[in-house]
């Protein structure tokens, strides 16, 4: 199949529309530097069906044939059909969750994930989400922050790193990530995912409930997909144990988060490092008050060089969607 | 030098008297499962001058041949000499620098650290505390606690930790794990040290302001000597810089604190991460509402496996000062 792309011979004559759906976090300066390049379509910013939308801009649907988004709206097949030149979806997230893929593949529209730089800064933040929970590190720093001398430090003792079984639920590049830095802190890896790897040594466990048996610590790093969904149910905690802590740096809705805050509560697990929650940016609120949880909004891989990076890709979606198109031919 | 050690051979008819300054925190549950073994003479809870509090218990100096201690009591050369018969001090901590050591020397005196078990623990909490200044965790977590959804994300951008330059300034066995952990995590590791370790390929500076002006973040796992006091001026922090992070997990006074606060204030750093502070367990005020810093009461090495191998090493005591002895002979 091959996308004409001569629409962007003349681009200096013409400025290339781009639908935006969910701006990134850098848009606002993206779109000042690159107002010369491309016209923004900002259906974030107006509560209107995409057709009635198009139309407020005097924008033929069919010209439209690139999207940038991210995970905060999705981009489900009825999107999709509406445009019927749409070639390239990028999105500024890891994760394509939000983006119906089969119909993608169907129509054949590429999508590129700007994210993926961000793959270390995420697996970085895995181990800083566990060490903090083992080692309280910001209950803690509220507690030095409101210290009186008459209160005594009162947080439960901490559980050493070291020797720690860490059980891998997606051992993508993420989940490669996180195991090898916790490598150098003498944990044991396993892991969990669709089918064994090759060339990997760390046992695998094809049942995760098997996996969470055999566990200290489960870091989740896996996509959001039908089969993941709410696969860390209260059974799978409840195998894990009262030692046993959950980071989650993948999406909120692996986790059933009911049973979690009622585990939590209970004390039938240790503890959890969140980045990620079912209904961002909604926090469940009985986790707030908890000293065995930190909770980050999502936030792991906004970094200066997450920006820096991201904008420079973004500057270039021309180039990426004529590579694209060159990979069709 | 022999040291007699007669007096353990009829230790299950006298009890062996026990010196313990400043209570390890376990102590309430060693001195209840060990009070069939010592006398413990407890020198943390009298106000007493120390030959007065012995009068009060009844018990002759020359009668005391091991001391426990840790940290919040100095033993001093003074100290030393009022115990003629003294051969072995006994330190729940990593670090020596509140006993007089060069007294020890020449008494024959031996010191044993108890807290050496847990130098990975130091070290995982050293790599947490810069995770966590870097990607913000605690500030984060602070966040979400008071969020309110008119209120936007306002903390500043995380910088990643991949590629950084860190200077490890004391490779000794908790800087050495710090490195062999932020190798995982792609950093280049530098370090500084009285002398230029053999077999460590890592790159040596002898002074620490080169070392600041070459590194990103500086990792304190040293002890506290006159040398070492204040190496951490507002000259060093300078030369490392406003994207600069410090972390320390040694000792408070090897920074100048109030030049660190004002560095922190002023923004002539990036952010710290500290487990230990000058004039614990006060901290100072100034950093309480600061987003860049990430505040710990000395609290690294507080694992329950710390507690149960602290407790299981003292329970030894005994062998301890006979492995000591026959060491001597």
């Given at each position: 199949m091959a996308v004409a792309?001569?629409?962007?011979?003349d681009d200096n004559k013409e400025l290339q529309p781009l639908l935006v759906f969910g701006p990134p976090l850098i848009f606002e300066v993206f779109e000042s530097r690159n107002s010369h390049k491309y016209l923004f379509?900002?259906?974030?910013s107006i509560q209107l069906p995409l057709l009635e939308f198009l139309t407020t801009q005097n924008v033929d649907p069919s010209s439209i044939r690139t999207i940038l988004c991210n995970q905060l709206q999705p981009i489900t097949a009825n999107v999709i059909r509406l445009?019927?030149?749409?070639a390239l979806i990028v999105t500024t997230t890891i994760g394509n969750d939000h983006i119906d893929l089969p119909e993608c593949n169907r129509r054949g529209v590429q999508v590129v994930n700007v994210g993926s730089q961000s793959t270390e800064d995420v697996a970085d933040m895995a181990v800083g989400l566990l060490i903090d929970v083992l080692y309280r590190i910001s209950a803690a720093d509220r507690y030095v922050r409101k210290w009186v001398p008459s209160k005594p430090w009162n947080l439960p003792p901490g559980s050493k790193l070291g020797g720690k079984r860490v059980g891998i639920v997606g051992l993508g590049r993420i989940g490669g990530e996180v195991a090898k830095r916790l490598e150098a802190f003498n944990c044991r890896i396993m892991y969990h995912s669709r089918h064994k790897k090759p060339f990997v040594s760390y046992t695998f466990y094809s049942n995760i409930l098997e996996l969470a048996s055999n566990s200290d610590v489960l870091v989740l790093c896996c996509s959001l997909t039908d089969e993941t969904?709410?696969?860390?149910n209260r059974e799978v905690m409840l195998a894990l144990g009262k030692e046993g802590v959950i980071v989650n740096?993948?999406?909120?809705?692996?986790?059933?988060e009911n049973a979690l805050v009622q585990c939590l509560m209970k004390g039938e697990i240790r503890g959890a490092g969140l980045d990620v929650f079912e209904n961002e940016p909604e926090v469940p609120k009985e986790l707030i008050t908890l000293d065995n949880v930190v909770l980050s909004p999502?936030?792991?891989?906004?970094?200066s060089d997450y920006f820096t990076d991201t904008f420079s890709f973004l500057s270039n979606i021309k180039d990426i969607f004529q590579q694209e198109c060159s990979k069709l031919r």
């Amino acid at each position: 199949m091959a996308v004409a792309d001569e629409h962007y011979q003349d681009d200096n004559k013409e400025l290339q529309p781009l639908l935006v759906f969910g701006p990134p976090l850098i848009f606002e300066v993206f779109e000042s530097r690159n107002s010369h390049k491309y016209l923004f379509l900002k259906a974030f910013s107006i509560q209107l069906p995409l057709l009635e939308f198009l139309t407020t801009q005097n924008v033929d649907p069919s010209s439209i044939r690139t999207i940038l988004c991210n995970q905060l709206q999705p981009i489900t097949a009825n999107v999709i059909r509406l445009l019927p030149s749409l070639a390239l979806i990028v999105t500024t997230t890891i994760g394509n969750d939000h983006i119906d893929l089969p119909e993608c593949n169907r129509r054949g529209v590429q999508v590129v994930n700007v994210g993926s730089q961000s793959t270390e800064d995420v697996a970085d933040m895995a181990v800083g989400l566990l060490i903090d929970v083992l080692y309280r590190i910001s209950a803690a720093d509220r507690y030095v922050r409101k210290w009186v001398p008459s209160k005594p430090w009162n947080l439960p003792p901490g559980s050493k790193l070291g020797g720690k079984r860490v059980g891998i639920v997606g051992l993508g590049r993420i989940g490669g990530e996180v195991a090898k830095r916790l490598e150098a802190f003498n944990c044991r890896i396993m892991y969990h995912s669709r089918h064994k790897k090759p060339f990997v040594s760390y046992t695998f466990y094809s049942n995760i409930l098997e996996l969470a048996s055999n566990s200290d610590v489960l870091v989740l790093c896996c996509s959001l997909t039908d089969e993941t969904r709410h696969m860390i149910n209260r059974e799978v905690m409840l195998a894990l144990g009262k030692e046993g802590v959950i980071v989650n740096v993948g999406r909120g809705a692996l986790i059933d988060e009911n049973a979690l805050v009622q585990c939590l509560m209970k004390g039938e697990i240790r503890g959890a490092g969140l980045d990620v929650f079912e209904n961002e940016p909604e926090v469940p609120k009985e986790l707030i008050t908890l000293d065995n949880v930190v909770l980050s909004p999502h936030a792991a891989a906004l970094t200066s060089d997450y920006f820096t990076d991201t904008f420079s890709f973004l500057s270039n979606i021309k180039d990426i969607f004529q590579q694209e198109c060159s990979k069709l031919r």
